[in-house]
């Protein structure tokens, strides 16, 4: 069965330093998505991807957020300098349609010192 | 008002017991309705898809009221494995964004 993938899987990072997390989405999904989960909290939604850009992003996905789909599969979320509240679990997913069920990656669990 | 609004439990009931979460949205324009279940420090699974007719599957039954704003999920004959949170998610129309509510969690105990 086909799956979201994502690196990598746990990444700890000093504050102010780059990140870039990857996600490799199901072949046929046409529209992508990240999200991110803060300990504890509800999943939040960050930004959407489609057609080779972003279709609509939360007050969340400040000028430190960028994503960018490199190579046609490749999916990547960077923040430029992260800050402690940065701290969460990220999930990529994906659909095939305008509609319907969304699929996720298992995430990437970022921890900023 | 919050746009999905879920009790956040924990709902802790004995194996065999049946246990209701409800939900509530606040966008009228919304479009597809859906629960999904998340196991600790893991991805959401879809769970099912609610349609307006209601729908079930297996111990699971998911009804939408469009009038009152309302989804809810019924869980019959509950296993110690359906312990897990439980989250709501919305999606309106036009940007079809996939909003989600905090989650209800459930344990089920022997």
């Known amino acids: 069965e086909p799956e979201v993938t994502q690196t990598p899987s746990h990444q700890v990072t000093q504050m102010g330093q780059e990140v870039i997390l990857r996600c490799v989405p199901i072949s046929n999904h046409l529209y992508f998505y990240w999200y991110r989960q803060i300990l504890g909290q509800k999943v939040e939604f960050l930004v959407s991807?489609?057609?080779?850009?972003?279709?609509?992003k939360s007050e969340i996905f400040d000028d430190q957020f960028s994503v960018e789909r490199p190579d046609g599969s490749n999916f990547t979320l960077k923040i430029r300098s992260t800050k402690l509240e940065d701290s969460a679990m990220y999930f990529c997913?994906?659909?095939?349609?305008?509609?319907?069920?969304?699929?996720f990656g298992e995430g990437s669990r970022l921890t900023v010192l | 008002r919050k746009e999905v609004e879920q009790d956040p439990g924990p709902f802790n009931v004995p194996e065999g017991a049946t246990v209701a979460f409800n939900c509530t949205y606040s966008?009228?324009?919304?479009?597809?309705f859906f629960w999904y279940r998340q196991d600790c420090r893991k991805e959401p699974k879809l769970l099912m898809s609610v349609y307006s007719s209601g729908n079930e599957d297996g111990r699971f039954t998911a009804q939408l009221n469009r009038a009152s704003q309302y989804i809810s999920l019924l869980i019959r004959d509950s296993k110690l494995s359906d312990s897990a949170t439980y989250l709501c998610v919305v999606a309106r129309g036009g940007s079809y964004i996939p909003t989600f509510g905090r989650g209800t969690s459930l344990i089920v105990h022997p």
């Open positions: 966008n009228s324009a919304s479009q597809s």
């Open positions: 997913a994906g659909r095939p349609g305008a509609t319907g069920e969304l699929f």
């Open positions: 991807f489609y057609n080779n850009e972003i279709s609509e």
